[in-house]
């Protein structure tokens, strides 16, 4: 859970960091700024409560710069996203329950089917082998339900990840030019098992 907040919390940040890099107009970054505030925050669950070197590097650079110089400030604003990115990546799927929300190869996804991300989050945990429903509805936490309402659950957290995918798309981007989002595969008398995209979801 821990790793899911602090993957949750950079890429916030991550956006907030892209807007200004690309903003016409970059303001000076003081205390009550929310960068600074919601990277104070994050540090707070860091090791020593504090950003690696590197990352300080290009956050003080931007600080100083947003003072004086907008291009140069826009430039540390996409080193450190650049940097965040890397130091937090991990695991390609992170779950949280008590959020019914996931974040997928970098994008987080949010208000999703809370039973559909139950059975998702009972095969990540079993991953490397199918599971039948009959399994899952005993032994997974609240999908103690019949099989009609779990396969429709699936279906609806399948079809949620698409549509807000849809709608996140780049500017000019066609709706087909991304692959759909499919985390769980089956087969009739073998169960359903986790199965990522083989390439990362962008």
Known sequence: MHE?????????????L?????????????????????LGAFCQILPGKILPQEGRQYWNAMI???NRHK????????????WLTNYVRG??????LEE????????????LDPLGLKILHYLQQHAGRPATLDEIREKAPGCRRDERTLRRSLARLEKQLN????????PGERPAARQNIKLINSRPGSG???????????
Do not use: F
């Open 64 to 66: 100083s710069s947003a």
């Open 192 to 202: 359903h098992w986790l199965e990522l995209p083989y390439h990362p979801v962008h």
């Open 4 to 16: 899911y907040y602090r993957a949750k919390m950079a890429l916030l940040i991550i956006q907030s």
């Open 91 to 96: 695991p390609r799927l992170l779950i949280s």
């Open 100 to 111: 019914c929300s996931l974040i997928l190869d970098g994008d987080l996804y949010v208000k």
């Open 18 to 38: 892209t807007e200004y890099e690309q903003a016409t107009t970059v303001v000076p970054i003081d205390e009550e700024h929310p960068l600074w505030l919601a």
């Open 163 to 170: 549509e807000r995918r849809r709608r996140t798309r780049n």
């Open 71 to 82: 291009e140069d400030a826009m430039q540390c604003a996409g080193k450190l996203a650049d």
